[in-house]
């Protein structure tokens, strides 16, 4: 079957730097997504790798290697706006989004 | 201005009713997609429609039912509601998904409780 790993909940300070891991079992691979979603509202897009190393945006970054099936999100500076969800995707032959649960990322003062 | 838009926010129903939620996206995008985001926060494709065709069913109950009248609205019907189906619906839309086109947008989400 296909799977999608992440950790559940992370705790960060604000002014720290967060790692948020994704590991992943797809039926193929078309690229990888992070996308940022705050309590109630839409998802909205990050990132996208579809090779391996580190896409740099900002305060973001992403890092894929495909052939450990594992990717994570960066976040520097953090900033009490960064609390949210952030979910990992994979697109897969078909192109389609295969989505995680979600990681919870709390940051304190 | 709003890229994806979806009616309404919050619907509560009781169950057995029959209920609609509508999606409108105007980005000029082919494909558009129903998510439902459950409790435990995974977000589950439903449907995609591909220019007003169904591409993506998985497997959820045939009481869902999506409708296409043109590629800019893709509503979904759902008769006979139940409990489990309060959750979040998501509608999302983007070109087709390939490895050139990376986005898909989402709407804000309607959060439908059936009591």
């Known amino acids: 079957g296909q799977n999608i790993d992440q950790p559940t909940e992370m705790t960060a300070t604000e002014g720290a730097i967060v790692q948020i891991n994704c590991t992943y079992q797809?039926?193929?691979?078309?690229?990888l997504f992070w996308y940022q979603q705050h309590a109630g509202e839409a998802p909205t897009f990050l990132s996208y790798?579809?090779l391996d190393g580190l896409e740099e945006k900002g305060r973001f970054s992403s890092f894929l290697s495909r052939s450990k099936g594992y990717s994570y999100l960066l976040l520097k500076e953090l900033q009490m706006k960064d609390s949210a969800s952030y979910l990992c995707a994979v697109m897969d032959s078909n192109y389609q989004l295969i989505w995680g649960a979600g990681t919870k990322l709390i940051i304190k003062p | 201005d709003t890229a994806v838009s979806q009616t309404p926010k919050y619907l509560v129903t009781q169950m057995g009713n029959d209920k609609s939620i509508k999606c409108e996206q105007n980005l000029g995008h082919d494909t558009m997609y129903w998510y439902k985001q459950d409790s435990k926060k995974f977000l589950k494709i439903m449907f995609s429609?591909?220019?007003?065709?169904?591409?993506i069913n998985e497997t959820v109950p045939n009481r869902f039912s999506p409708k296409s009248p043109d590629k800019a609205h893709l509503n979904l019907h759902i008769n006979s509601l139940e409990l489990g189906d309060s959750a979040v619906y998501f509608c999302?839309?983007?070109?087709?998904?390939?490895?050139?086109?990376?986005?898909?947008?989402f709407g804000q989400g309607t959060r439908l409780t059936v009591v």
């Open positions: 790798n579809v």
């Open positions: 999302a839309s983007s070109q087709l998904l390939t490895e050139m086109n990376t986005e898909a947008f």
């Open positions: 797809t039926s193929g691979f078309n690229g």
């Open positions: 429609y591909n220019n007003k065709e169904l591409i």
